[in-house]
C-alpha cells in the first residue's frame, strides 16, 4: 500500500506568517491528492483536490502544488480561525489513505 | 444543500456487528451518477481511516484491512446507505462519517474507487464496552 507521510505533524505560527504543510506519498500519486481541514471537535472539511485545486468557499490564502510523491498545502497568512488539524488524502488506487495529519497552532 | 447524518447505537459490545445508516437529504442517492458514497472512521485522539465506498448500483469498494468483517450496502427507495463491521472489538472504537466521494469530475475523469470526499455528515461515536 501507498503510505503517504505528513510534515510536521506539529507547528506553531504566528498570526499573518506563511505556513507550509508537507504530504509525501511513498510511491506516486500523479496529482491524486486532496487536503482537509479538521477544527478541534469538529467534522473534516475539503479544502483542495487535485492536488491544487481549491474547493469552492474556501478562502484564497490556502493553496495546493505538487504531483508524485511531493505535495505541498501553503496558507499564505495564518489566520486564527485556521488552528485546526490538516490531512492530505490519496486516492488514486484503493486502499484510499489518509496522512497522519498536521496539528497547526497559533503562536 | 446536500446533507448526511449518520445513526445507530452508540455501543456495541465485543464480537457483536457494529451497524450505522447514512441517511442523505437535499438529494438523491439513485441520481448521483457522479459520486460514490463513503465510510471513514476516526479513533479518538487519531487520524481518519477509510472504510469504503459505495456506487448507486450497489458497486463496492473496500479498504483491504476491513474487508473480511465490512459490507456497506445502499437503499435508494430509502435514500440511505449503511455500514456493518462484524467481531469488533475495542480498536474499533471510533466516530464514524459518513461522506459523499466523487466518481467523475471533468478535470480529474472518472475515479473508479472514489476521491475526494466532500460533504460529510456530522459523525458519530461508536464505543466497543461489554
Known amino acids: 500500500d501507498i503510505q503517504l507521510t505528513q510534515s510536521p505533524s506539529s507547528l506553531s505560527a504566528s498570526v499573518g506568517l506563511r505556513v507550509i504543510i508537507t504530504c509525501r506519498a511513498s510511491?506516486?500519486?500523479?496529482?491524486?491528492l486532496a487536503w482537509y481541514q479538521q477544527k478541534p471537535g469538529k467534522v473534516p472539511e475539503l479544502l483542495i483536490y487535485?492536488?491544487?485545486t481549491l474547493q469552492s468557499g474556501v478562502p484564497s490564502r490556502f493553496s495546493g502544488s505538487g504531483s508524485g510523491t511531493d505535495f505541498t498545502l501553503t496558507i499564505s497568512s495564518l489566520q486564527p480561525e485556521d488552528v485546526a488539524t490538516y490531512y492530505c488524502?490519496?486516492?488514486?488506487?484503493?486502499?484510499?489513505?489518509f496522512g497522519g495529519g498536521t496539528k497547526v497552532e497559533i503562536k | 444543500q446536500l446533507q448526511l447524518q449518520e445513526s445507530g447505537p452508540g455501543l456495541v459490545k465485543p464480537s457483536e456487528t457494529l451497524s450505522l445508516t447514512c441517511t442523505i437529504s437535499?438529494?438523491?442517492?439513485?441520481?448521483?451518477?457522479?459520486?460514490?458514497w463513503g465510510w471513514i472512521r476516526q479513533p479518538p485522539g487519531k487520524g481518519l481511516e477509510w472504510i469504503g465506498n459505495?456506487?448507486?448500483?450497489?458497486?463496492?469498494s473496500y479498504n483491504p484491512s476491513l474487508r473480511s468483517r465490512v459490507t456497506i450496502s445502499v437503499d435508494t427507495s430509502k435514500n440511505h446507505f449503511s455500514l456493518k463491521l462484524s467481531s469488533v472489538t475495542a480498536a474499533d472504537t471510533a466516530v464514524y462519517y459518513c461522506?459523499?466521494?466523487?466518481?467523475?469530475?471533468?478535470?480529474?475523469?472518472?475515479?473508479?474507487?472514489?476521491?475526494?470526499?466532500?460533504?460529510w455528515g456530522q459523525g458519530t461515536l461508536v464505543t466497543v464496552s461489554s
Open positions: 487535485a492536488a491544487s
Open positions: 510511491q506516486g500519486i500523479s496529482n491524486y
Open positions: 459505495i456506487y448507486y448500483s450497489g458497486r463496492t
Open positions: 437535499g438529494g438523491s442517492i439513485s441520481s448521483s451518477s457522479y459520486y460514490f
Open positions: 461522506a459523499r466521494s466523487t466518481y467523475y469530475d471533468l478535470w480529474s475523469g472518472y475515479l473508479p474507487e472514489g476521491g475526494w470526499f466532500d460533504p
Open positions: 488524502q490519496k486516492y488514486n488506487s484503493v486502499p484510499l489513505t
